[in-house]
């Protein structure tokens, strides 16, 4: 599921996975797999600059948000719409509670997803920049501090809510943790993993 992180000029937005059969993620209506996140990651936590940089994000967007979808309604198996009620008609909420996990190897339906992507969303290159002056991240055109960007990693290190199956993460979450650690980048500076 999703949660809400505070942007600094969007207000509250949603971010991260939102079903538990596949590794995609969402900022309001970029989509992203989890391991082009983490890859994406490892390449700026690398990026050793001073000066405020850029660095290109392939995403999948979809920018009207009828055409996103109803996540509540899709879980709930209430209402089908939008690009989240197609992954919900073939991927359904669990009916036991005990079975609601992310699966980690939800990327075994990535060229499922890719298709019904190619259906609802256009490729977009967005900008994410670091700068470390203002301590911001920005990722497109939602800007958070390091401290929020922090907290979305950490969220994908988790696996969000409800978190990673058996605890077992996928191997591009384990190597973006282990080359995160090892970065000496301001925007590794002060992350944690728990």
Do not use: C
């Given at each position: 599921m999703p949660l809400a992180f505070e942007s600094l000029n969007r207000g509250t937005v949603a971010f991260g996975f939102f079903n538990i059969d596949t590794d995609l993620l969402f900022l309001q209506q970029y989509f992203l797999f989890a391991d082009d996140f983490c890859g994406n990651l490892i390449r700026m936590a690398e990026d050793n600059r001073?000066?405020?940089?850029?660095?290109?994000?392939?995403?999948?967007?979809?920018?009207?948000?009828?055409?996103?979808?109803?996540?509540?309604?899709?879980?709930h198996g209430i209402r089908h719409i939008g690009f989240?009620?197609?992954?919900?008609k073939r991927f359904p909420f669990p009916k036991r509670e005990a079975e609601f996990k992310?699966?980690?190897?939800?990327?075994?339906?990535?060229?499922?997803?890719?298709?019904?992507?190619?259906?609802?969303?256009?490729?977009?290159?967005?900008?994410?920049?670091?700068?470390?002056e203002h301590g911001t991240v920005s990722i497109g055109e939602y800007l958070f501090t390091k401290t929020v960007f922090h907290q979305l990693i950490q969220y994908v290190w988790v696996g969000g809510y409800p978190r990673w199956k058996d605890e077992i993460?996928?191997?591009?979450?384990m190597?973006?943790?282990?080359?995160?650690?090892?970065?000496?980048?301001?925007l590794t500076q002060g992350l944690v993993f728990s």
């Open positions: 001073q000066e405020p940089y850029d660095t290109p994000w392939e995403v999948h967007s979809i920018e009207d948000p009828s055409r996103v979808g109803d996540l509540m309604a899709a879980i989240i009620g197609e992954v919900y992310q699966k980690p190897e939800g990327f075994q339906n990535r060229a499922w997803m890719i298709s019904l992507l190619q259906k609802w969303a256009v490729m977009e290159t967005v900008s994410v920049r670091v700068d470390q993460r996928p191997d591009d979450v190597k973006m943790k282990n080359r995160l650690e090892k970065a000496d980048a301001w």
